[in-house]
Every structure is written in C-alpha cells, then in structure tokens.
C-alpha cells in the first residue's frame, strides 16, 4: 500500500545550522513526491515538487529510490522557516496525494 | 474569488446532529479534493472530485459521511450524526489538474472549517 511517513513529529534547531526534515515513502510505482509547509496562520501550500529538482527558499529534496526517501534540506535555518511541513506522494491509479503525518519545525534565535 | 473558500470556518455542534461543510474552489479548477487534518494524525484523504464525479471515496470514514459537487464548482461535505471523533479541522483543495504527470498540478488550499462536536 501507498504510504508516507514522517518519523519526526517535531524538530528544533538553531537558526543558522542546517535542518533536515525526514520523509519515507512506501510505492510500487515511479514515485512523484512533493513538500507542501503550512506557517502559523497561513492555508497549507506547495513548497517543491521533486519533478521540477528546484530550490525553493533555500530548500532542497533529493529523491533517494533506493532508499524510498525524499528529505527535505536546508544548509542555513532562518527563523521564518518555522512552519508545519507534509510530505506528500501522488497516488497515480487514484489521482489523489497522500500525505505523511507531518513535522512542525521550529527555529530557535 | 482569488483562493478556495470553505465555510463555515468554525462550526461547534452536539453529538448526534447533521453538519454541512462548503467549499467553493478556484474558478476553472476541475479537481476538488477533502482532507482531514486531526492533531497527530496528519492530512487524512477523504474524496477527491473530478468534475463532478468522484472516481475516489475510499477515504470517506464511514457512511456518515457524504460529499457532492454540483456545476463542477461548489462542492458540500455532509457529517451526519456527528460523533465526537469527527473533531478536526476539514481542508479542501482544488486544482488545475491532478498533482501527478504530465500536469503535476499544484494543490491549493482553503483556510479549512473547524469542527468541534461536544
């Protein structure tokens, strides 16, 4: 079955050190795997599609298939990077994204 | 409008009543989806629509709950004799396209309704 899972419910680290936000998926299929964050007060929205190997606000996911990862990394943490964030994984035959438990981070000044 | 709209943005009810929950999705967006965003357990997929049939309900948790899409716009999710494990916070979404190839649509998000049953 398709699942995603984000081992780490809460992360914290300091502004300025590197952040890695985890994320395993479980597919039979060719994965396309996405981060969408959620900031305090804002509607959930789409941060980067591994499809397009882009950097969004400092951010990169690499597609590990071997590993069936998709960690979400940012060498230099800022404080506006506190947020809630879903990995999520396109279900093709469904048509529908399936989205890990979350993980909210927080930045500590 | 400029973004997916849901109402009621709050709703608290009691055990055993029927809740009507709107989304009104981004004009032309042919994909509506409803997820269910409880403490601890995530973003729980509910219904996906394409236009206005639902080739998805597996998700639905029981048959208490029920959705529809009329026009290809509007689209209602129906809780009924609400029980208090139904408390969440309701998010519905709509794209231009599935998030998947070739379009690998985007989903955008409403602010969600929040359903407290006492």
């Known amino acids: 079955a398709q699942r995603v899972t984000q081992p780490e419910k809460l992360l914290s680290v300091f502004k300025g050190a590197p952040v890695e936000l985890k994320c395993n998926y479980s597919y039979s299929g060719s994965p396309e795997l996405f981060w969408y964050v959620q900031y305090s007060r804002q509607r959930l929205q789409l941060l980067l599609r591994?499809?397009s190997r882009e950097s969004i606000k400092g951010f990169t996911a690499d597609l590990n298939k071997g590993e069936t990862s998709f960690h979400l990394k940012k060498p230099f943490a800022q404080e506006e990077d506190s947020a809630m964030y879903y990995c999520?994984?396109?279900?093709?035959?469904?048509?529908?994204?399936?989205f890990g438990q979350g993980t909210r981070l927080t930045i500590n000044p | 409008g400029a973004g997916v709209s849901q109402s009621p943005s709050n709703k608290v009810t009691e055990k055993g009543k029927d809740v009507e929950l709107r989304c009104d999705p981004i004009s032309g967006h042919t994909a509506l989806y409803w997820y269910r965003q409880s403490l601890g357990q995530g973003l729980e997929f509910l219904i996906y629509?394409?236009?206005?049939?639902?080739?998805?309900k597996s998700g639905l948790p029981s048959d208490r709950f029920s959705a529809e899409r009329t026009g290809g716009s509007v689209s209602t999710l129906t809780i009924q004799r609400t029980q208090q494990e139904d408390s969440a916070v309701y998010l519905c979404?709509?794209?231009?396209?599935?998030?998947?190839?070739?379009?690998?649509?985007?989903?955008?998000f409403g602010e969600g309704s929040r359903l407290t049953v006492l």
């Open positions: 591994h499809i």
């Open positions: 629509f394409q236009g206005n049939s639902a080739p998805d």
């Open positions: 979404a709509s794209s231009a396209g599935v998030p998947g190839p070739p379009v690998t649509g985007e989903l955008f």
């Open positions: 999520a994984l396109f279900v093709k035959g469904a048509q529908k994204l399936v």
